[in-house]
């Protein structure tokens, strides 16, 4: 009689099926070898639903579109494009509404695949599955399998469902995605502990994991959002997005200088009436002027060029940012929180130490590249014989190839058996012929239940031998014997266990190899033949070894003030050496996963403080390590690239996935993509990022306090009853010009010198820093009081008003241009050859003020359309010596007061 499903629900929801037999985990799902009928598959397909991912909710894309208004700076833009517009200037009104329709556009380019994430982790399901309906093999659709199913999986598949295995015959899977493991790991079909971590599960396989060798067959204990996938994509639904601090900060100043800017005209406009007996239409003109010249209309234009140059400058150091924002908080960035596998390492097994009876031998390189090291010299093989015959012994006990093409070597078949090869290349060895003079008779292929690999080689005069390669305990096991130099000896299995222990705390993984030889005649071996009597070759030991990049780009983070932090599903004692072969510390301190669960929350988070490695940990790990460290008010930065990732990855201030091994997964949660999985890239990303910010701080530095000069001019016309010292239209004019021009110079500058040698700025410092606002009032006061200085000196001399308000025009345009040479470095002088040579975005956008404002000035339609006069020689004379005393007084209190303020 068939159980109802509620029943198998009850039986086996909270069942750990990796910790019951096989037998017990179909009987809890009221199944059996031969797999469900096609009725009762059916019957639970209703209950249970499809085997996929659901679709997140996704923001229609013009909601998504007009989202990107919602910005406290683009509320000033339009706010001047209305006074622009109130004052006539259609022209550009149409500019200005021009600019914030552009800036949509790149944000809403930008952000559009933000929402993928749960699709990509949807596509990582295989889309077909072999299973047993009826007792028959069919092929269906992943999306309809059920609890209960019998699957067959075999190389090359990817697993469409969390199986519970009763056949595995040489089955191996890599894991990478779910575990970080970067070798395949083996499973066999007896339980293991209850406690045992993901990784450690070697009697199930999770789905969109995939099949490396063998074949096995289990029935599925999971489907769709119940599987360890679908709780990491419900795990990266839940994340939510987190603001950046650029954007918090914008807003932030944006809201307050709103505040600021309308309260402040209000007062105005009811003192011009009240008190100064202003007409209320010539008091709402003088308001408008003051708005025009308060509102910098060009900022956040600038600001968002600023972040878009950082994007291009990225790009070409193959680091692709996805959304504007992340550059400038990469460069606010105090963690980098990476994994370990194919970011911080090559991904690409090495065969590191040959530990051969006569001694130790390390090998040079990395990766599958043999490069032309010859570890031996043939022609006096007396010396290094047994370590001869192991690294032979490892080509040939192997069932792995190499080939090379135009991105280098590539292994086809096993990474450790690649390695192998790789090291027979190295000691001299032609894999195609050692395998020919040495043909392979028979095999015993490897298995988890034995955990070795044997076979059977055909040798001159008739001879047979049989080498065998496995864990090394296994192999010790069953050898009775170790090669000397004359000879088989007895066994030193205590030497041997301490060497096996010394690689082990090098991180290395380690195989033994073993040799005995066999009757001629013997064409086929079995376990009897390999069980004991074996003699000792030796062992190997292999690591994913370190990137180079990435030692020095570690090395560069610590000296930028930015800790490291290795996230890994690896082993602790694998993870550790990697640590202190990368530099991370000094002393790294390594917790598992389980070390970290066993932690109350208190200790957690100083855990979290005083920790470099964690190993052998959970999606539901990493995100919360992130968040730990969120709460501490750290930018955090994370790698990854698998779709363990994809959560922490999304939470994470800065989301940074690789992508050419990542998945798309972690590319959709993530902000910036390294488009060569090379670590240093991070390192020249955070250098970029730190330099967007300096240059954002300039511009701000720069444009707030000249048009300060503007306002306070026109507030104290204002407030003490005198004549405007410029026209609305006049204002308009500089803020376009030169906004335009010399603000978008200073979003292009390059990096300050030792920008890489600071700490990282606080993650709650503001855009205005004291050093900031101790500029921006003190040149306010500067040139308001230079410029109405002029003016009523040009009045005094006779000068009618336009000629008075033309000199004040052109005094503003050059303390600008003076004040951005002094703005281009807020770390050091600008009296030097370098600050006054400029660069050419510096010297391009001074022609063309140039050329401008002697338009503004000379020029017959220019002094009709913005009633301006022409000046005498002399009086330019004067306009430029002004502006070049201001730029060496400003340039003796920067010496002084960056130190005052410890300026970051």
Known sequence: MTIPDRAIDRRHADMPHHAHTAETVIAALSSDKNGLSAKEAGDRLLRHGANSLPVGKQRHPLFRFLAQFNNALIYFMLASALAAGLLGHLVDTGVILAVVLVNAIVGFLQEGKAEQSLVAVRDMIAPSAAVLRDGKRISIPVSGLVPGDVVLIEAG??????????????????????????????????????????????????????????????????????????????????????????????????????????????????????????????????????????????????????????VQRMAARNAVIRRLPAVETLGATSVICSDKTGTLTRNE???????????????????????????????????????????????????????????????????????????????????????????????????????????????????????????????????????????????????????????????????????????????????????????????????????????????????????????????????????????????????????LDALSDEDFARAIRETTVFARTSPEHKLRIVQALQAEGRVVAMTGDGVNDAPSLKQADVGISMGLKGTEAAKEASEMVLMDDNFASIVAAVREGRTVHDNIRKVIGWTLPTNGGEASAVILAILFNFVMPMSPVQILWINLLSAATLGLALALEPAEPNVMQRRPRRPDAGLLTPFILWRIGLVTVMFTGIVLGLFFWALGQGRDLETARTMVVDMLVVLEIFYMFSVRYLHTTSLTFTGAKGTWPVLTALAVVVIGQLAFTYLPVMNTIFDSRPLTFLDGILILAIGAASFIVLEIEKRFTRRLFAEQ
Request: hydrophobic fraction near 45%.
């Open 157 to 310: 598949d990817r697993v469409p469902a969390d199986l519970r295995l009763f056949k595995a015959r040489g089955l191996r899977v890599d894991e990478a995605l779910l575990t970080g493991e970067s070798v395949a790991a083996s499973k066999h079909v007896d339980p293991v502990a209850e406690d045992a971590a993901l990784g450690d599960r070697k009697s199930m396989v999770f789905s969109g994991t995939l099949v490396s060798t063998g074949q096995g067959t289990g029935i599925v204990t999971s489907t769709g959002l119940r599987t360890e996938i679908g709780r990491i994509s419900a795990l990266l639904g839940e994340v939510e997005q987190l603001t950046t601090p650029l954007l918090r900060q914008i807003n932030s100043f944006g809201r307050g200088f709103t505040w600021f800017a309308f309260l402040g005209a209000a007062i105005l406009f009811g003192f011009a009436v009240a008190v100064s007996g202003f007409a209320w239409d010539e008091a709402l003109m003088a308001v408008i002027a003051l708005s025009v010249s308060l509102v910098p209309e060009g900022l956040p234009a600038v600001i968002t060029i600023t972040l878009a140059i950082g």
């Open 349 to 595: 097994m090495t065969a590191r130490r040959l530990i051969a009876p006569e001694g130790t031998i390390m090998v040079a390189g990395s990766g599958y590249d043999p490069g032309d090291v010859l570890l031996f010299d043939h022609r006096k093989p007396a010396g290094h014989g047994t370590a001869l015959s192991l690294a032979r012994a490892g080509l040939l006990c192997n069932d792995a190839t190499l080939r090379q093409d135009r991105s280098g070597w590539h292994v086809e078949g096993d990474p450790m058996e690649g390695a192998l090869v790789t090291l027979a290349m190295k000691a001299g060895f032609q894999p195609d012929v050692e395998r020919a003079e040495w043909q392979r008779l028979d095999e015993i292929p490897f298995d988890a239940a034995h955990r070795f690999m044997a076979s059977l080689h055909h040798m001159s005069l008739a001879e047979r031998v049989v080498l065998v390669k496995g864990a090394p305990e296994v192999v010790l096991a069953m050898c009775t014997n170790q090669e000397g130099p004359a000879g088989p000896v007895p066994l030193d299995v205590e030497l041997w266990n301490h060497r096996i222990a010394e690689a082990a705390t090098e991180g290395e993984r380690v195989l033994g190899f073993a040799t005995r030889p066999l009757p001629a005649g013997t064409d086929s071996i079995d376990f009897d033949d390999v069980e004991g009597g074996l003699t000792l070759l030796g062992m190997i030991g292999f690591i994913d070894p370190p990137r180079e990049e990435a030692i020095q780009a570690v090395a560069e983070c610590r000296s930028a003030g930015i800790a490291v932090r290795m996230i890994t599903g690896d082993h602790a004692a694998t993870a550790r050496a990697i640590a202190g072969q990368l530099g991370l510390d000094d002393d790294p301190k390594v917790l598992t996963g389980a070390d």
